[in-house]
């Protein structure tokens, strides 16, 4: 069979990689073996040909002047980004050089991997990586700077990552969207949201602490206090209970504690709530009343309010409330905090940690990135980061970079670019992009598992992140079959998962011939708790040392900082992906920080004004937005910019590295900053 590689001209099947929940189905024209245009492939069942404008534009990413073409080497200092070309040869020989003396001096612990989801490919983020690392011994990564508070709190509730079928939502009569900006983070769900007003009368629903561009389509836009949401969900609870909208058939059989939480949320009244929110009472009130009396009700539980200290909880609650309702059990109802567990594949095939042999590696926390390179004793001496780009993304940004400018310690990167992260390396390697590898995806939100083919020659002399740790196992001598597995083989392993009975059908055959398969998943029957039912109650959260019933706690107050800082994702980028590339930063222009009129007059701020934004931390120069679309005490900055326009936008700078109360996550929204206007001296 020829490759889609071998035809110069036509149109290929493809998927994006991005780390997004969507994962739409794409088109790839070809024009004399080049991608001349990417299109959505409208005969997929979810995302039906719409693709979000970040990814219409691609082929300017991907043929990109800046794209790294070959592999370097460092000539400067560290964070220069002073750079010349090497062969692979001499690249893969010293990092495996350097790690071969490592071993022997500091052993395998001191090396460090560093990656995360800039493509979802299961191959590519979580397949030949950790077998090599395994293999190592390296410190392990906790990749916790994402969902990883919301799905521990979403856990306790639900026992795993099940929710409703997002194609069953084109039923749902009320959509609410809490903490998601889902017009740029989730469009195909605001697509049927869309559709199911015009069809039904949906209503949306948007509780937030911006009016973003999700706010701006609701029906009704609920602006909230940072870090408060848990307070309004027992309050919603306190009404629903009061108001006897609850369905007591279903608490009956598939929860536990429910009597327990109706006497716990006794406390969490109207105005209690509305006094920790800034939500008005009656507004309270005809929320809990529209939830509790409209079906199908349909809740989007966004990453935004778990990245707070309070995250874990915030999920953790919010989970429970279609339970109260019984609105798991009505078609398009429910809700969605993230759906992967219905296309759970076989981790331990792909992964293989029985290589690790049972040693007890160090787990370092990705959060914690900064403090770990400054001050971990036994010290990590070399740094390999893929997929990722922490000098950006992680929180407490300057402390990330000042780790990455210790002399002693080698850093590798793998990009398609010369990141702000590669700038600190010793040794950059370029990767190809997902059009140019074979990968299997799996959305954390619809149910399609979809195959990804290469459809172009790699780059110049890219390689994918597989070849690459093929390549640094053979300089390692590493000789266990393992590593030379082909990517087809790596998928049947993958997809043979006896625990997941839904992708039985699906393998690398199937899904060739049909580019995207659905998993035959439906909402179990019983619960992966502990007790096998929905946990209002939770036990296990109690041996933990967490209340066990849905409990308010406040946000820590880190310093006496007036405003509450939320640096959130834009439109146009995706994470720091694209904050590069020319066209995208024309479309988002240039960052700004949102404030409120009354706030902006005490600080003699007019709207445009360039603004001095800082904590301990770090600080920042915004310009300033001046109205209506927060609340007072609140500043809103959107977008990882890189440091194309100046250091001074990278907004990690300002957020903590905190960790939040569940799962080891990130709290890149409790932060505290003071904002001040610039006095230009003439
Ligand atoms: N265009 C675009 N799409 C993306 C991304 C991107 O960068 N750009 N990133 C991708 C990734 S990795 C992820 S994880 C998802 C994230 O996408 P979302 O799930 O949308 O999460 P966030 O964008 O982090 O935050 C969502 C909203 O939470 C709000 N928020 C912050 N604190 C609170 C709070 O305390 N309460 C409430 N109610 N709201 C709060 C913010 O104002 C923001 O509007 O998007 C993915 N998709
Ligand atoms: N202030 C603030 N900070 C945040 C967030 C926030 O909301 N606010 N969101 C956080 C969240 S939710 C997340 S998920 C993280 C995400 O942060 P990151 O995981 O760093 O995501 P990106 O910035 O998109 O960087 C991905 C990198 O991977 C590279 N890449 C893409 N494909 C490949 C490949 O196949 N191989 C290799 N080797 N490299 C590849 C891309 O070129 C890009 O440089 O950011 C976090 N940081
Ligand atoms: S980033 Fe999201 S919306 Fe855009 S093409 Fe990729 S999966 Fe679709
Ligand atoms: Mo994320």
Known sequence: MSSFVDSPNGIFPSVCSLDCPDQCGLLLHKKNGKIIKVEGDPNHPVTKGFICNKVRNMTERIYDKKRLKYPMKRIGAKGEGEFVRISWEEAINTITTRWKELLQSDGAESILPYSFYGNMGNLSAEGMDRRFFNRLGASQLDRSICNSAGAAGYKYTMGGSYGTDPEDTIHTKLFIFWGINAVSTNMHQVAIAQ???????????????????????????????????????????????????????????????????????????????????????????QLARMYGKTSPAFIRIGNGPQHHDNGGMFVRTISCLPALTGQWLVKGGGAIKGNSGYLAHNTANLQRPDLLKNKKTRVINMNLLGEALLTLDPPVKSLYVYGTNPAVVAPAGNKVRSGLKREDLFTVVHDLFLTETARYADIVLPATSSFENTDFYTSYWHHYIQLQQPVIEPFEEAKSNIEVFRLLAKGMNFTEAAFEETEAELIDQSLANPKNPYIKEINFETLSKHHYLKAKARFPDSFPTPSGKIELYSEKMKQDGYPPLPTYVPLIKDSDHYFQFIAAPNHNFLNSTFANQTKHIELEKEPVVVLNCEDAEKLDVKDGDQVRVWNERGECILKASVGVNVLPGVAVTQGLWGAEKGTKHLVNALTPDRIADMGGGATFFSGRVTVEKIILEC
Do not use: C
């Open 195 to 285: 559709q199911a007003r015009k069809q039904n009368g949906a209503k949306i629903i948007v509780i937030d602490v911006h009016k973003n561009k999700t706010a701006r389509i609701a029906d009704w836009f609920i602006p909230i206090l940072p870090g408060t949401d848990t307070a309004l969900a027992l309050g919603l609870m306190h009404i629903l209970f009061a108001e006897n909208m609850v369905d007591s058939s279903f608490l009956e059989q598939y929860t536990v504690g429910y009597e327990e939480l109706r006497e716990h949320v006794e406390q969490y009244d109207p105005v209690t709530v509305s006094g920790i929110t800034g939500i008005p009472v009656e507004d309270i009130v």
